[in-house]
């Protein structure tokens, strides 16, 4: 038996999804809707993660930690606390809409949660880009009279991306995802979004969307311009994408011909996310696949052998943050 803990999707619809995750990563999506989102590790009140695999399946991860937390986190890790991580894939057909995020000191009064995380762009179409901070210069108030103009686009930090691609986005910093981007999102355990722009686009209901302008204007970090993009290193066999107070992530290059990667038991909670290719577990024989995000749980030892060619991303050091 696997020792992954594998979950079941949580598809999400969305006025700027589509089909890509079906395309990209051969998922079955309900019929005659946009899907945009899949939550694939969750412990929200709103969408509880269902585990297919491991020693917990058929629990919801939020009553395996109930049930079993120092299994999977670590002995000092409190029953009750939520998982600290949302992990999920974005299928952006269309532009998302210009928001943020609140950062820690301010979420709560503003009724709301952190929300730090960052974006791996597996897929992209030619000439996809991401919006991310602001233009060098940029001023608060040049930045509220170009939105009441409806010329909010020119004064925020457009980047050109194509797959490999890594973007870094903390509470605070303005942002938006461009049509035509297959995303990997590795973010805070938090749903809060203040949308600042929405392109004068309707909801899926026909309307438009809320916007949150007193709330975004009080969160944007107006010292924040033109951040930069982390491009693949295809040559380095480890890359760090993040290293924040609430997670790292590293990118691994891997062949078949290479050594198992080992992964130790009672170190720390990881999880590993396939974005290409394909990986063994040596022991069991069991197969993580492209598209696949399995929790490795902390009294859990891994050797994970390329089948071929493969591309993954190791998150750890969120079990303590």
């Known amino acids: 038996m696997s020792n992954f803990t594998l979950f079941q999707p949580i598809y999400q619809e969305r006025v700027w999804g589509g089909k890509g995750l079906q395309t990209h990563l051969g998922r079955t999506l309900p019929a005659d809707k946009c899907i945009g989102e899949s939550w694939d590790v969750s412990d929200r009140p709103e969408a509880r993660s269902v585990i297919t695999s491991g020693k917990l399946k058929g629990q919801t991860l ?11 986190m670590g002995p000092a890790y409190p029953a009750e606390r939520p998982f600290p991580l949302l992990v999920k894939w974005l299928d952006c057909r269309k532009r998302l809409s210009l928001q943020v995020h609140p950062p820690a000191e301010m979420a709560v009064s503003l009724d709301g949660e952190s929300k730090t995380e960052n974006w791996y762009i597996a897929a992209a179409d030619a000439g996809a880009h991401i919006l991310a901070g602001l233009k060098k210069g940029v001023t608060q108030d040049q930045f509220e009279s ?5 010329r909010l686009e020119a004064l925020v930090h457009k980047i050109a991306v194509g797959a490999g691609d890594s973007m870094f986005v903390p509470s605070g910093r303005i942002h938006a995802i461009d049509a035509g981007n297959l995303i990997l999102e590795i973010q805070e355990n938090s749903d809060t979004t203040f949308r600042v722009y929405d392109w004068d686009r309707p909801g899926l209901d026909g309307k438009p969307r809320q916007l949150h302008l007193k709330e975004s204007l009080q969160c944007i970090d107006w010292n924040d311009f033109e951040p930069q993009i982390i491009h693949p290193d295809n040559r380095a066999e480890e890359q760090t994408l993040a290293d924040c107070p609430k997670f790292r992530i590293r990118r691994f290059n891997l062949n078949s011909e290479q050594e198992a990667m080992i992964l130790p038991d009672r170190e720390q909670t990881r999880l590993i996310h396939v974005v290409s290719g394909c990986l063994r577990e040596t022991e069991s024989g069991s197969l993580l696949k492209k598209g696949d995000n399995a929790l490795l749980p902390y009294e859990e030892s891994f050797r994970l052998k390329p089948v071929e060619e493969t591309v993954v991303l190791l998150t750890d050091n969120f079990s303590e943050s």
């Open 62 to 72: 939020r009553q395996a930690l109930e049930s079993c937390a120092p299994y999977l």
């Open 146 to 150: 170009a939105l009441s103009e409806n």
